[in-house]
């Protein structure tokens, strides 16, 4: 008998740990969501015009930028479950079935803002799907005022922003949305650490960026509720860290460098205003720190995964 009740614990410790915000078994009523709402900064972004912050695609023959190429993650999530964001709605659907809050520059104060937005227009329901990406601003701007602070102060303020987004996760959970969550860039693997890196010899640039970033990770991870029936946790910082030392893998082969011209940077750069030997899909970063269509097309796929598989 108590060999039985040793065996039925294991089997419901196992059973919750499937519920986590990881991921877990398959859905027993798939879930369908009817509308999409992004939160966030630039990574997660469209702007009015259907453009993003990466690489645009542009049509073959009018060489017009057409918002539906090089899809940012939100939208091969979007267009996963047939949903379609306002800023890049080719059939003109009379009442898109996509909010985007995401915007350029967006720290986790902004992204608060961007919550209570959508709590006083009608609030969040068991069918809205919420995707949630900031941090790299927050790590940029904590960075820049390093040595005036030192690594240690930089670093628990960085920690104290993961968990205040992740409160704004917890609001939404509260008010019965389901979320895909993404941890934030690794922003120690940017072309942009890898500059600062090489003109300061003070103390290794990247390593600081990528300490600031996994203490605002690991701020986040600690505080939201850990239940996969209402969050989904993509790890970008880990696909990051994969892609940058085995860029062959995803199809890529730069995961050093920016992908556009610095007289032509995103949100205008196109596939036609790249470095030489570049292509949309060759480099995992757009900018010196803005990712590229490789990393999001990464990060859609494992946002679809969640959603179909978490228990929402």
Request: hydrophobic share 40%; charged share 15%; net charge neutral.
């Amino acid at each position: 008998m108590k060999s039985l009740k040793r065996h039925l614990a294991v089997l419901l410790g196992a059973t919750a740990m499937l519920a986590a915000c990881g991921g877990g078994g398959q859905q027993i009523d798939p879930f369908r969501p009817t509308r999409i709402i992004a939160f966030g900064d630039e990574a997660s972004a469209l702007r009015s015009d259907g453009s993003k912050y990466s690489i645009n695609g542009t049509d073959t023959t009018t060489g017009a930028v057409t918002c539906g190429l090089n899809p940012v993650w939100t939208q091969s999530l979007a267009n996963f479950f047939g949903l379609v964001f306002g800023e890049c709605n080719a059939d003109k659907l009379a009442t898109p079935t996509g909010r985007m809050y995401a915007a350029a520059g967006a720290k986790v104060a902004d992204v608060a803002a961007q919550v209570d937005r959508q709590f006083a227009l009608d609030g969040f329901n068991s069918k809205d799907l919420v995707t949630v990406l900031a941090g790299a601003n927050d790590v940029l701007e904590l960075y820049a005022q390093y040595p005036a602070q030192d690594a240690g102060t930089l670093g628990n303020a960085a920690q104290a922003r993961g968990e205040q987004l992740a409160a704004q996760v917890n609001r939404i959970v509260d008010a019965n949305g389901r979320i895909i969550l993404s941890t934030t860039q690794d922003m120690g693997l940017s072309p942009f650490a890898i500059r600062e890196k090489a003109t300061h010899a003070d103390t290794d640039r990247a390593a600081l960026l990528s300490e600031l970033s996994r203490r605002f990770n690991a701020g986040l991870r600690l505080k939201i509720r850990n239940d996969g029936h209402y969050i989904g946790l993509i790890l970008t910082d880990e696909l990051m860290g994969t892609m940058s030392r085995y860029p062959s893998i995803y199809g890529a082969s730069n995961s050093t460098d920016a992908a556009c011209l610095a007289s032509s940077l995103p949100p205008v750069c196109t596939d036609k205003t790249l470095v030489a030997n570049a292509t949309a899909t060759s480099h995992m970063w757009a900018s010196d720190r803005l990712i590229g269509p490789v990393m999001h097309t990464q990060m859609g796929s494992q946002a679809a995964t969640r959603a179909t598989n978490n228990p929402f």
